[in-house]
């Protein structure tokens, strides 16, 4: 996309208590001048303070709609949260690791931090794209606390391992973790996939109804209410061929769920005695059942 | 000495029969008057709908329910976030708001009284102190005694004088205003993982039927000459082919005479809450269908039943009921979150979210049959406006319902154009009802009703001396149509051009002006202390062994309830 307007924010100053950018979006903020910014006062805890006190802001170009501006966040950004929530368009560019909530509820246009995120990085986005070059905390791409409906569509990219629930209530879009992921990556998902490139902890897609998880590293724990489905090789999720050997399981059948899960075989060679066997520890209820 | 007039509002007063006539409405030191001096600050609501402030019957809106669905919701809590000003506190909540927004909310809308409709007596001291935190409006809360172990003893022995005793003791221990039923017998089942299924139903262990309870509970609550009639909540809500239960429900107290005192005032012996919720044919979801008619045409042959309807709001909200047992036939139909808590020898209490959609055949066939009640009652003085809320969607809705109500155009256009299922034209009879009310019968089914039901003797209506609880709406009856303008009424109707309450003006151009603390309001009965006495001693042993408080940490004490409205009431 070709920005016409670029809004650079340079730190100068940072905040033990967290500024709060949920309304410094490309949609409310694409018309503003630097003399607009002077006058803005962010929130903070529960005051406002101006925002100049903290970053230096320098607008150059002119943008007829959100998708027209990219924002440049510089500087320690770790205190720093909601950045790019609710957005729909334009860029958001953050040159260090943020604090919580960055990209919630964000429906288009795309972010990317060259850094760490910490938790609820996406949350409950519908669209758009969400990239964090290194980890990110728990419930990445998860619903608020209670909600049962996680994020809807759009796709997270995490450059390095992903903390706990991540992918809490997915029902639509994708989520790819490249290094590792910690317990209960799609628990209670619906819908959409979950891709790790790495290893992960245990208890994948618990209480999963639909969906789908790739894993291909090593899985440390599966839990008892997935059943073995086969061995499948290169299989098609959603239109996405993923080549290689995976172990395929159906669950959680505690929920009558239709999820599938994919193991790749490679890294998990310790769970086939033979193809289309498990070691007793991996023994799914139905087969505990038919013994 | 503080004197007002409103001037030239249009009046809409059912309880004094004015029906929108234009006058001044004058009130001094936080009562009606029809007469101020000359000093008297003048109010232009010049073409402005005036009516009394809203009474709404039955709603929950304090007590344990809501802070456990607050804790389980927070995905609700954080819709509707305001913040603070200089004059309220930050607003949360959509179907269940914080404290505070649920009585500015409530002002907004042009109410001053809202009924608690569910206080399990072991929980009562919590509803208190809740009821403490709500501002704006006056509180009565209803205790809970269909599935209380000492009641469902008395009235298996046909015991009425000690039922009444009981229930007079326990109105002054949790500082309640009437007796409330909830699925009498299924909620004590439940502890036993069931539930009663009709009125001929026995609890597991009391032999005895829900019938014998709630005919038992009536005639105590007559004896005792209390101003409100029962209100129940009968067996098996929410389940296809319910309105038999519903109807021998009503049918079973049709004898029970009402009480001498209490007769001056209001007509029912029995009022049926969230009618709706007891209107279903058929067997099953898939057959299911609408009792309304049937319901309608008793209510409107006998005069011993009013209602309330709990209409469905087409919201995503949260019901919340003392019948656990439904809530977990709600749970496994929906999946979604569920939570349950039982209080010991009382009852037992559920909670789950619930979305009603428009798309959902199921829930359109609860919409529909709603309206067809509210249309088909034909006496507006035996049906109340009320969403059951939370559980049928939240108060905030009623002025859409109010234009629901008035525009039988906007109810076709809604059935029309799929913003509801099918099942409203293929199932009710709701196409073919195209009366339309009008803001005199507005009036009456939101203020003047609920007083008469309530027995209430000092609002829900501009008769001087009563307390100037009055709401100003922006709504020029005589150049509103509202049959054609239903956007316009709903409008009109959300925010109040003036909410006053004993006198105070809360609310003045529809923004909150000034904060009133809440008062709750609770009946003392006369003549009884004697038989109660003897009731507590007799059942002390009992109420040691089972319950887990002390008998000293029960009562609710008076440093709960700050600043009450005592009823007394002369019981013999």
Redesign the interface.
Known sequence: MFNLKTITFDQIKTSSIALEFDELIPDEIYSWTEADFAKYQVPIGNSRFPITDFFDITVVGEANGPDDVEMILNGDLNRVKYIGCKMSGGKILCNSSVDLHVGAEMSGGSILVKGDAAAHAGREMSGGYLEIEGNTKEFTGA??????RGMTGGEIVVGGNAGKQCGECLTGGKIHVKGNCDILAGIHMTKGIIEIDGDVNRWPGGQMKNGNIIIHGFLGRLLEGFVLDGIVVDPEVDGITFEGKYIKYTGDIGLNGKGNLYLGAEANKEKLAEYGELDDEYTSIREYRNL | MMEYILKNGIVYDPANEVNGEKMDVMFKDGIIVDDVSADAEVLDVTDKIVMPAGIDPHAHVAGPKLVVGRLYRPEDSRRGVTQKTKVLRSESGFSIPSCPATGYRYSRLGYGTVVEAAMPPLEAKHTHEEIATIPMIDIPAMPLFGNNWFVMEYAKDNNIEDIAAFVSAWLKISKGYGIKIVNPCGSEAWGWGMNVHGVNDKAPYFDVTSKEVVIALAKANEMLNLPHSIHIHPNDLGHPGNYTTTLETMDAVKDVKKGSKAAEIRDQVMHVCHLQFHAYTGNSWKDAGSAAPELADYINKNKHVTCDVGQVTLDETTTMTADAPMEYDLFKLSGLKWTNKDIECETAAGIIPCIYSGKNPVNTLQWAIGLELFLGIENPWQVCLTTDHPNAGPYTRYPRIISWLMSNQRRMEMMENGEVHKWAQRRTTLPTLDREYDFYEIATISRAAPARIYGFTDRGALTPGYRADIAVYDINPNEIDPSRQAAEIEKGFNVAEYTIKDGQILVKDKEIVKVKESQNIWVNVKGWEQNEQKVINNIMPFFTQYYSVKWENYPVHDHYVSNPIRIDVDGK
Do not use: H, N, V
Not at chain 1, 143 to 148: K, L, P, R, T, V
């Open positions: 619903s608020y606390i209670g909600e049962w």
